[in-house]
Antibody, heavy 121, light 107 residues
Framework: QVQLVESGGGVVQPGRSLRLSCAAS????????LHWVRQAPGEGLECVAF????????YYADSVKGRFTISRDNFNNTLYLQMNSLRAEDTAIYYC???????????????WGQGTMVTVS | AIRMTQSPSSLSASTGDRVTITCRAS??????LTWYQQKPGKAPRLLIY???TLQSGVPSRFSGSGSGTDFTLTISSLQSEDFATYYC?????????FGGGTKVEIK
């Protein structure tokens, strides 16, 4: 079935790095934009990074710009988020989400992973 | 970044009630708006995209309307499984931004 599965979360000290992965299955991975969305404990949702279907376009929230890097491997159907210089305020559940198809004008997040917890402490 | 403002931030309602949640964008976003439902410990679920198009599998008691800067999500007859937090989100421009959420609680 169509699914996204995140991994790589954990407890990390401030200033250190962590790389999250998101493995996709059940759909043509290379045809869809992808997003990383985070949710701090008890808080709302924040889009932190976007990557287009072919990896040529990337956008970041101001809160992570210069520290986080999104990338994708369309051969292995995997999305990544490299997080450097981590701060306490980066503590959150990180979700990957499928966005719009390359032929569509709708970027609705229709498939979500289960999330992976990142704790910076 | 476009700011999305939801109201109310929380509401109490009973099963069978009609519930309306509003979302306002800080600038015009045409109809590039989605609504999500999130239950505790779960990932969000897409309900509506394009401001008013129901995602496949979502019950017809959910509906969305609006364009430009003002949008609404309506649940015509609240069911027990609808108690959750609801978020609007714009996809008019990057970064995509969410509203602060509306928690629908049992009265």
């Amino acid at each position: 079935q169509v699914q996204l599965v995140e991994s790589g979360g954990g407890v990390v000290q401030p200033g250190r790095s962590l790389r999250l992965s998101c493995a996709a299955s059940g759909f043509t991975f290379s045809s869809y934009a992808l997003h990383w969305v985070r949710q701090a404990p008890g808080e709302g949702l924040e889009c932190v990074a976007f990557i287009s279907y072919d990896g040529t376009d990337k956008y970041y929230a101001d809160s992570v710009k210069g520290r986080f890097t999104i990338s994708r491997d369309n051969f292995n159907n995997t999305l990544y988020l490299q997080m450097n210089s981590l701060r306490a305020e980066d503590t959150a559940i990180y979700y990957c989400a499928r966005g719009g198809a390359n032929w569509a004008h709708v970027d609705a997040f229709d498939i979500w992973g289960q999330g992976t917890m990142v704790t910076v402490s | 970044a476009i700011r999305m403002t939801q109201s109310p931030s929380s509401l109490s309602a009973s099963t069978g009630d009609r519930v309306t949640i509003t979302c306002r964008a800080s600038q015009g976003i045409n109809s590039y708006l989605t609504w999500y439902q999130q239950k505790p410990g779960k990932a969000p679920r897409l309900l509506i995209y394009g401001a008013s198009t129901l995602q496949s599998g979502v019950p017809s008691r959910f509906s969305g309307s609006g364009s430009g800067t003002d949008f609404t999500l309506t649940i015509s007859s609240l069911q027990s499984e609808d108690f959750a937090t609801y978020y609007c989100q714009q996809y008019y421009s990057h970064p995509r931004t969410f509203g602060g959420g509306t928690k629908v609680e049992i009265k």
